[in-house]
């Protein structure tokens, strides 16, 4: 069974930054595609980041791109997200996700195992 769980959310003035991160249990995490997903109040999950198995492929939303990177350690099974510039319409709840299918890596229904999520809030 392969368990996800997200770290540091919280809340942060427009402009500033947070890292949040994503530890993944089981042995498999190398092979693993990631991906970070929000929701906002009232609105659908949408794709933020993700990240191949060695990082050598990135997409990213264009909402974050040039603002957000993200980033893995495979020796510490743990995926980043270091959220910069952050605006007020970044505040939702930051979910990780492990990439169990072979679509596109923006899409969600492509993803298999999620983490409970943390609240991103960012005030104007």
């Known amino acids: 069974q392969v368990q996800l769980v997200e770290s540091g959310g919280g809340l942060v003035q427009a402009g500033g930054s947070l890292r949040l991160s994503c530890a993944v249990s089981?042995?498999?995490?190398?092979?693993?595609?990631m991906g970070w997903f929000r929701q906002a109040p009232g609105k659908e999950r949408e794709f933020v980041a993700a990240?191949?198995?060695?990082?050598?492929?990135?997409n990213y939303a264009s909402s974050v791109k040039g603002r957000f990177t993200i980033s893995r350690d495979n020796a510490k099974s743990t995926v980043y997200l270091q959220m910069n510039s952050l605006r007020p319409e970044d505040t939702a709840v930051y979910y990780c996700?492990?990439?169990?299918?072979?679509?596109?890596?923006?899409?969600?229904?492509?993803?298999?195992?999620w983490g409970q999520g943390t609240q991103v809030t960012v005030s104007s």
């Open positions: 089981g042995r498999s995490f190398r092979s693993y595609t």
């Open positions: 990240i191949s198995q060695v990082g050598g492929t990135i």
């Open positions: 996700a492990v990439k169990i299918r072979v679509g596109p890596m923006s899409r969600e229904s492509e993803y298999g195992h």
